[in-house]
């Protein structure tokens, strides 16, 4: 199986908003809205930001949101922070029963 | 709160196997819950290896399904993995997860493997 596309990097200013699209196939995305994302700091775990497409874990903050239109799945990151600099990631449960991971995408925060 | 550790050699052979292990506190272990592996190779992107039921029951990833065995002992509250025939590009580092929903909901902090002779 082939990692879902993300952009390589996408950047903005501190309190801007940024938007970061995950595409991949109808096998891909599979029967469910089984799409989250992570953010990965280096040297840390990743950590859940978004599941099942737009659902917040507990502690995460309401400035993350997510959405998914077709074969595409997009996190947006508004009131954009310096801490919110990091590595992104998406995921999706498969027609396969399997995982697949997207590139990955690097924020910056100008 | 779940807290998950990795633990395993740093270092394995070529053409060795690679096996790790990730302790679970006990309450999260004895409910009903998927388990996967998660894996960096250094410079690269996130990689699932195959997730676990609390039954038993496993799903591995297509391009290492030949290679790769992850198990569960109830009895040590404990998640296994198992990579047979290693090499370099299997030098990574590796989490175990604990699924919330269709997602790796809460992670170990990762254990580094590096493959070399």
């Known amino acids: 199986q082939s990692a879902l596309t993300q952009p390589a990097s996408v950047s903005g200013s501190p309190g801007q908003s940024i938007t970061i699209s995950c595409t991949g196939t109808?096998?891909?995305?599979?029967?469910?809205?089984?799409v989250s994302w992570y953010q990965h700091h280096p040297g840390e775990a990743p950590k859940l930001m978004i599941y099942?497409?737009?659902d917040r874990p507990s502690g995460i903050s309401n400035r993350f949101s997510g959405s998914k239109s077709g074969n595409t799945a997009s996190l947006t990151i508004s009131g954009l922070q310096a801490e919110d600099e990091a590595d992104y990631y998406c995921?999706?449960?498969?027609?396969?029963?399997?995982?697949?991971f997207g590139t990955g995408t690097k924020v910056t925060v100008l | 709160q779940v807290q998950l550790q990795e633990a395993g050699p740093g270092l394995v052979k070529p053409s060795g196997t690679l096996s790790l292990t990730c302790a679970v506190s006990s309450d999260s272990f004895s409910s009903i819950n998927w388990w996967s592996w998660v894996r960096q190779p250094p410079g690269k992107g996130l990689e699932w290896l195959g997730q676990?039921?609390?039954?038993?029951?496993?799903h591995y990833n297509p391009s290492l399904k030949t290679r790769v065995t992850i198990s569960l002992d109830k009895s040590k509250n404990q998640l296994s993995l198992r990579v047979n025939s290693v090499t370099a590009a299997d030098t990574a580092m590796y989490y175990c997860?604990?699924?919330?929903?269709?997602?790796?909901?809460?992670w170990g902090q990762g254990a580094l493997v590096t493959v070399s002779s």
């Open positions: 099942d497409v737009s």
């Open positions: 109808s096998s891909d995305f599979g029967p469910c809205n089984c």
């Open positions: 997860a604990r699924h919330l929903s269709y997602s790796f909901g809460f």
């Open positions: 995921t999706s449960y498969t027609s396969s029963d399997t995982y697949v």
């Open positions: 676990i039921y609390y039954t038993g029951s496993a």
